[in-house]
């Protein structure tokens, strides 16, 4: 059943990062489908492998946590910075959930942007 989970959530990572990156790229083109598929083309070789491993590695080490819940907090990775959105439950949900993505090896810095709900 983990292994089920933890390749669901590897997947949505994955996808999350490519498609946004390919709707940003779809977005800023007006048409030709020529043009279109080379830019969309063009986005996904932009997708920093690193990133998009390190991305993988720190919600692994956020789903880890207790009270932590993935699905509610969003993570981006850019040159090994990661900012944190979303929401968590607690003010110290928020200092594990920061520090859990602060010890993962290759992060840089964290970006806390999270809000604690009331």
């Known amino acids: 059943?983990?292994?089920?989970?933890?390749?669901?959530?590897?997947?949505?990572?994955l996808a999350s990062c490519t498609s946004q990156q390919a709707t940003q790229t779809e977005q800023q083109v007006?048409?030709?489908t020529t043009q279109s598929f080379n830019a969309v083309?063009?986005?996904l070789?932009?997708?920093?492998?690193?990133?998009?491993g390190l991305k993988v590695r720190v919600t692994a080490a956020m789903a880890a946590?207790?009270?932590?819940?993935v699905f509610r907090i969003g993570t981006d990775v850019h040159a090994g910075v990661?900012?944190?959105?979303?929401?968590?439950?607690?003010?110290?949900?928020e200092q594990t959930v920061v520090h859990a993505a602060a010890g993962v090896p290759g992060v840089r810095r964290v970006d806390?942007?999270?809000k604690v709900s009331s």
Not at 45 to 52: L, T
Not at 82 to 93: A, I
Request: charged share 15%.
């Open 45 to 52: 070789k932009k997708v920093d492998a690193n990133d998009a």
């Open 30 to 32: 007006s048409h030709g």
């Open 82 to 93: 990661v900012t944190l959105n979303g929401t968590v439950p607690s003010p110290q949900v």
């Open 112 to 114: 806390n942007r999270l």
């Open 65 to 69: 946590q207790a009270g932590a819940n």
């Open 1 to 13: 059943m983990k292994r089920k989970i933890a390749a669901a959530l590897l997947a949505g990572i």
């Open 41 to 43: 083309n063009g986005a």
